[in-house]
């Protein structure tokens, strides 16, 4: 009887003490980062237990009325619960995801000081790790520290300018089989010189196709494969649940999870049934090979291990670098369509370039501004490992800060009164030129962690565009389920989803 109680005793205790470690981890600590924030004038909603602010979130969209189609001010039509609470709590404040504290920031001044930070003490989110470790891993997209600083030395350099030069050939050969393909859609309908294509889905496989060759080399097919499989591994991760936002949901064996498991073994399967290949034959010196070679030169830490550090970058360099510059190429190309003037502009331009007779500067100015109205991520986000301070900001260690690009990049302060319309000329003379605040252009992220694919991007970018606009003349056609783009929230995590049926009209310039 005595043992018995003793043991009923050990085991309340443990109980209590295991309720009281979830009580402070879930509301206790998220409090005390908010009171921090608080005594600071910065205000915010007030979360629920265990879900923060997103079911808030979630009534505010349903209930939001749409902005015209003709504005891009797309922080309105996609995040109206951010626009609300910055017109109700100001330029900065606060907001919870479940247990993670973020500092949502739309303030130029302090996002200034944001970008120009050094400190590897903000770093990326631990949550992301958490909540798209099967995406994600602790690739270099998502790890911190001597990791970071490793996987960012093995890989940059083969995307520096010098390397992004020798791949102008492989670019321009996805290209012109881009535009075949439109050829031949136009040629099978008959005499009309007019064809419907799902643009989104075409552009997505260029940049497959050039990430896969430039990834992979000579096993590009195979990569390709991969490039399906992650595209099926982010859907998965995207369902909606109607337990969405409870922590801890990723170790439930739901069906989503299960889809989510096996999908993530089958691709770590299918890259390292590449590298097990390669390492017979290691002559080929492309991205995979130098991650191969930094994998296994000892430097990677105890903590990983050198096939999850070829597997994790290899899907981090997938999703950076075709999702991304698909995306802004539709919206260049949705762009152009859009206003006559500027694509007459463009391919006036890209005929004399091809004649090798001026420089591609309207294209340039072209590209700058897409990317300031349609930026490749909506958000610039971090988290403070150490306590830090931006301006009159002290921001606690652990707290999540969220730079908002598109809020920025359309801030009439900054850009002047036309901020929301399409004006390259406004690129005319440079950055320096075109707004008040250059450190607020950050369509490629901010500070050491600035994108090492950059000038990829920007190149693989230029050259489509260039190609497709001396080929063909673009019609928009756009119906309703372009004009909408839907958001999609989830556990501590926000996604934006692609429109539903970006179709771009094509027509034969010799029929026109």
Known sequence: ????????????????????????????????????????????????????????MKKIKSTAVAKSPNEHDCASTIFPFFEQWREKYGRNFMFSLGNVQLLYVTDPYVAKEISLCTSLDLGKQAYQQKERGALLGQGILTSNGPLWAYQRKTIAPHLFMDKVKGMVNLMSEAARILVKSWDSKIEGMGGGGIADIRADEVLRTFSSYIISKTLFGGSYTKGTNIFLKLRALQKALSTPSLLTGVPGLRYLPTKSNREIWRLEKEIQSMILKIVKERSKDSCEKDLLQMIIEGAN????????????????????????????????????????????????????????????????????????????????????????????????????????????????????EIWGPDADKFNPERFAAGLLSASKLPQAYIPFGVGPRICAGQNFALRQRSLQLRIEEQARKLEKMLNQKQKNINTQIETNNLDILLPDDPSIGLKDKSAS
Not at 398 to 411: C, F, I, K, M, R
Request: proline share 5%.
């Open 1 to 56: 009887m005595e043992l018995l109680l003793i043991f009923f005793s050990l085991a309340f205790l443990g109980f209590f003490g295991l309720f009281i470690h979830a009580y402070d981890l879930l509301w206790l600590k998220p409090e005390r980062l908010r009171a921090k924030l608080r005594r600071q004038g910065i205000r915010g909603p007030k979360p629920s237990f265990l879900v923060g602010n997103i079911p808030e």
């Open 297 to 412: 030169s000892g430097d990677i830490g105890a903590d990983t291990s050198s096939e999850q550090f070829i597997v994790d970058n290899c899907k981090n360099i997938y999703l950076a670098g075709y999702e991304t510059t698909a995306i802004s190429a539709l919206w260049g190309l949705m762009l152009l369509a859009s206003h006559p003037e500027w694509q007459g502009r463009v391919r006036a331009e890209v005929f004399e370039v091809c004649g090798g007779k001026v420089c591609a500067w309207q294209l340039s100015m072209v590209t700058q501004e897409v990317l300031r109205l349609y930026p490749p991520a909506a958000f610039v986000s971090r988290e403070a490992l150490q306590e830090m301070k931006f301006g009159d900001i002290h921001i606690p260690k652990g707290v999540n800060v969220w730079v908002s690009v598109l809020t920025l990049h359309q801030d009439p």
